[in-house]
């Protein structure tokens, strides 16, 4: 499965990002989506995930109330509406597919999933 994350870029504190992860992998649509994040010198951290057919959503406490994650799931496009954005967010995003292993909801520790894309940059300034 070949994942391909779009839409970061750098936007200032308060502000807002739509990503977007996109595959051609027909087996896709049975998969639960999931975004991670790294921050430079820092773990790789779980974000936000929706299953395959979107009827459950997690999310990592540090984001919840102002990350949305979505998917219609007949198409490939997962989004990840970010509001609020704050300089701690910045990080390359990825997105990945898979079976979800849940984590530690406070830390973002923990979670897997089975494939990786390539990440997108996202950068806060204060």
């Known amino acids: 499965v070949q994942l391909q994350a779009y839409g970061g870029g750098l936007v200032q504190t308060g502000g807002f990002l739509r990503l977007s992860c996109v595959t051609s992998?027909?087996?896709?649509?049975?998969?639960?989506t999931g975004w991670f994040r790294q921050a430079p010198g820092k773990e790789r951290e779980f974000v936000a995930a929706?299953?395959?057919?979107?009827?459950?959503?997690y999310y990592a406490n540090s984001v919840k109330g102002r990350f949305t994650i979505s998917r219609d799931y007949t198409k490939s496009p997962v989004y990840l509406q970010m509001n609020s954005l704050k300089p701690e967010d910045t990080a390359v995003y990825y997105c990945?597919?898979?079976?979800?292993?849940?984590?530690?909801?406070?830390?973002?520790?923990?979670?897997?999933?089975?494939?990786w894309g390539e990440g997108t940059q996202v950068t806060v300034s204060s």
């Open positions: 990945a597919a898979g079976r979800l292993r849940l984590g530690d909801a406070e830390t973002g520790s923990g979670y897997e999933m089975d494939f």
């Open positions: 992998s027909r087996t896709y649509a049975t998969y639960a």
């Open positions: 929706i299953s395959w057919d979107g009827e459950r959503t």
